[in-house]
């Protein structure tokens, strides 16, 4: 699979990783920002003349300057996380900002509110810094003049721009924080990603008028990511309380491994599943599915074992474990199913749709009380 993320190094332990698109941009953002110098040194009243730099090589430090704020701004929500005893698998920097992957995000509004406070208080705090040191320092310094009084405005932007109430922005999340404070959860979620979408489509608007492209693209992402978080939430509050045996498929049908693929699809037709784990005497050693059988030849079909294209990595699951989570395992990973094991043992399989059938009676069910 094509790499689109390198890890850049580790803080608190949590590696941060650079994303392909933000190397590309970074030309871009250093063009834009070396265009601006000039203007921005006759704000400051300071003479071009005076540069030993050239604008464009300030405006890609600038560029620079800008990631290593995103990720300032994201450590920030990762540190009050940790604090509140979350786990965070990693930050990712890119185009738009940065993510900082929060493994189980808290519902308690306190919590959201002040994780995503933590993120734009950072980006003011860097802003006013920066801000403070650009215009103490005398002017015989001219470019670091230039660069920090240019990056201190970057930050206060940056945070301004974060504090939108556009869900799912910092802003946004602060906004269903407060709102869920005195309802409920999901329906906070409802009017943050409403007005999430709005501000999208203003965004969008002005950005046809005035021509400003770069808010096309940001309203565009804004309402996907609205969109998403939306049906993210409703997918878990709707789950909420089903575990994975509760939905699981219990009679396992396995394939043995010297099987021949010709057997197997004999065998799928019978049985009407898609992916089957493999067994070698007791052992489950891999998973098969149709998509594999696939990928060899009709002619081929006898020539070839189950043993010789089954998947030999497990992805497995506890019994005990949410259905979300299930659901959240299996889109981050691509697959169709999990294995659920019972210390060693093989209890059940799980699909995406044995799922998607709880959520529908879930919403039966809360019709038929509504
Ligand atoms: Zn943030």
Known sequence: MLKTAWTIGHVF????????????????????????IELFAEMLQIDPEQLVFGSYFIGFLLGIGLFASV???????????????????SITLLILGGIAEIEDMSKEPTDELVIAIMGPLVSIILGVSFYALGAYLPNMVADLRIFLLYL????????????????????????????????????????????????????????????NILLL?????????????????????TLSGFTVSDLMTRDVVTVPAHHTLSQLLAFMYDEK?????????????????????????????????????????????????????ALTKMSKEQIGRLFVFDQDELIGIITRSDIMKGFQLRQIERREKA
């Open 71 to 89: 990720a300032l701004h994201e450590l920030g929500h990762t540190w009050m996380a940790l604090r509140r005893g979350m786990t965070i698998r």
């Open 152 to 211: 201190g405005q970057i930050n206060i932007v940056l945070a301004v721009f974060n504090l939108l109430p556009a869900f799912p922005s910092d802003g946004g999340r602060v906004l269903r924080a407060v709102l869920a404070r005195r309802g409920n959860y999901l329906a906070a979620t409802k009017t943050a990603t409403s007005l999430g979408q709005s501000m999208a489509i203003l965004f969008a608007i002005l950005g046809v008028f005035s021509g």
């Open 273 to 325: 599943h898609t992916g089957y784990p493999v067994v070698n005497g007791d052992d489950v050693v891999g998973c098969v599915t149709m998509q594999d059988v696939r990928k060899v030849d009709v002619g081929q079909r006898d020539d070839y074992k189950v043993q010789d294209i089954m998947a030999t990595d497990l992805h497995t699951i506890k019994p005990k474990a949410d259905a979300f989570d």
């Open 13 to 36: 332990g949590i590696p941060i990783r650079l994303h392909i698109t933000l190397l590309l941009i970074l030309p871009l953002f250093g063009w834009i920002f070396g265009n601006n």
């Open 217 to 237: 693209v940001v309203a565009f992402f804004l309402y996907i990511a609205a969109n998403h978080e939306y049906q993210t939430n409703l997918l878990s509050s």
